[in-house]
């Protein structure tokens, strides 16, 4: 079977940066077409940085990174250094990157790709703010049908938030964003707190990894232990949460994953809780089911399946 072909919008982030990382390390599966980047956990220009320094790590200095969106479709930028530090990849010192930012705007690569490539072949990644997914479906509407799917990592539900009581910081980020790709008719797959939160990195899962003893693992467990901070602290939890990771994990072993096909709207207008996925879970609504929503991960299943692609780097 020919490898999945993905795109990875992102915003790295410690547990973006991994994820690439994992997506990398599965060529047989994942054909990565492109890197897009955005505003979210730190302003555009280091989140650009970021997936250049990443693809260099990982010695694939060949996959375009193409720059996105400096800031969400209607409001102003909210950033999270307080988890991912000022570089938006504290804990690992790496050089600045060659590798040059890509000619082509991430919006026009996202679009170009989705045209190009044969109908229902391309899956959308977004591990940051949706901006650039629902930019190139307002600018290019006809790339809708074309998509193979979207999965992506955001929302919560009986988790609740982390940026805010009621949001994920995701699309606490850009709710008309996320509002925009739910209404596409893509099929979207959501990986949510709920699942992620499942997904710590303890320290024997961390220690497993750094004893590969890479580079890139030395990268990783820097990250992981300045990333792992802000969750320790805030919910006293067991390691950090790999978020995004659990993405490009859902593409490799879905059968690690459960879910269900359920209704899920953005709140859009209250300050008080924006950016709220309010998953219809129950089904206690006739609203149509509009997004695959990821409630469990087997953990230690998620953790084997990383640890050895990270060995392969
Ligand atoms: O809420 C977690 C999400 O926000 C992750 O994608 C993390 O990288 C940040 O972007
Ligand atoms: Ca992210």
Request: aromatic share 6%; hydrophobic share 45%.
């Amino acid at each position: 079977m020919p490898p999945r072909k993905i795109i990875i919008d992102t915003d790295p982030g410690q547990d973006d940066a991994v994820a690439i990382l994992l997506a990398l390390a599965s060529p047989e599966e994942l054909e990565v077409l492109a890197i897009t980047t955005v505003a979210g956990n730190v302003p555009l220009a280091l989140t650009s940085r970021n997936a250049r320094v990443v693809c260099e790590l990982a010695g694939r200095t060949d996959i375009p990174v193409h720059e996105g969106a400096t800031q969400p479709l209607k409001r102003a930028l909210v950033t999270a250094e307080h988890v991912h530090g000022k570089t938006g990849l504290d804990g690992a010192e790496l050089p600045d990157p060659e590798l040059a930012v890509a000619a082509q705007p991430a919006v026009e690569a996202i679009v170009h790709h989705i045209r190009r490539e044969p109908p229902g072949s391309v899956t959308l990644c977004p591990l940051g703010p949706l901006t650039n997914i629902a930019l190139a479906l307002q600018h290019a509407p006809d790339i809708a049908e074309r998509l193979a799917g979207i999965v992506l990592m955001g929302g919560a539900y009986f988790e609740v938030g982390n940026i805010t009581p009621a949001a994920e910081f995701n699309i606490y980020v850009d709710p008309e964003a996320a509002e925009i790709v739910l209404k596409s008719g893509v099929p979207v797959t959501i990986l949510p707190l709920d699942a992620t939160h499942q997904a710590l990195i303890t320290k024997e899962r961390l220690d497993a990894i750094a004893a590969i003893g890479t580079p890139v693992t030395e990268a990783v467990a820097g990250w992981m232990d300045f990333y792992e901070r802000f969750d320790l602290e805030k919910y006293g939890s067991a390691g950090g949460p790999l978020h995004d990771p659990c993405v490009i994990a859902y593409l490799l072993r879905p059968d690690l994953f459960e879910g269900r096909h359920i209704n899920v709207e953005i709140e859009t207008g209250s300050d008080l809780t924006r950016g709220m996925t309010v998953a219809d879970w129950w089904r206690v609504t006739d609203r149509a089911p509009n997004a695959t929503f990821i409630g469990t991960v087997e953990a230690n299943g998620f953790f084997a399946l990383l640890t050895e692609r990270l060995a392969r780097l």
